[in-house]
């Protein structure tokens, strides 16, 4: 938080010093956004981009409330979405018919997917599934896990690696039992 509140200081008395704010919390936006927008890459960069430059325009009206900078850019970056999702154009009803089926279909799709990556995750050995959740549900950078986990950031990604392993394992050995089981 110290290390936050230094860098918006020299932000607001030096505008060429939001770059080092734009550096450090860039990726972690665009990948919250990206998530949100159903992985449409220029949607995400174009909101990334206006969540930047709100947060630079109003740098000198921010005030610190105990909470991480992030939250700060988060929030600037959840009301843009709500901004990008009221926008949208609706469409006739005629026209809507196979939108929302398909719409459905890929809800449970990835309704599915999620409960059976949960259910994988939950078979893991504690160290990796600790990991696995603050990097996967959490969203959490390899750094920030490392902290939180007293691990270097190596240990960080190999544990993910063979988490990764076992998952992909214990995935293919599911489906060929049901494999199996459907034949």
Sequence with gaps: MHEDNKLIHEAQKDPKAFGKIYGQYLTHIYRYVLARVGRQKEVAEDISQETFLKAFKSRNRFKERGLP???????????????????????????????????????????????????????????????????????????EIAQKTNKSENSVKLTLSRARKRLIKAHRTKAGQNKKAGN
């Design 69 to 143: 900078y992030l939250a700060y850019l988060r929030r600037i970056a959840h009301n843009l979405l709500i901004n990008h999702y009221r926008s949208k154009k609706t469409l006739p009803l005629e026209e809507t018919e196979g939108v929302i089926d398909d719409a459905l279909e890929n809800l449970i799709s990835v309704k599915e997917k999620v409960e059976e990556f949960e259910r994988l995750i939950a078979t893991l050995p504690e160290k990796h599934r600790e990991i696995m959740i603050l990097r996967y549900r959490e969203d959490l950078p390899i750094k």
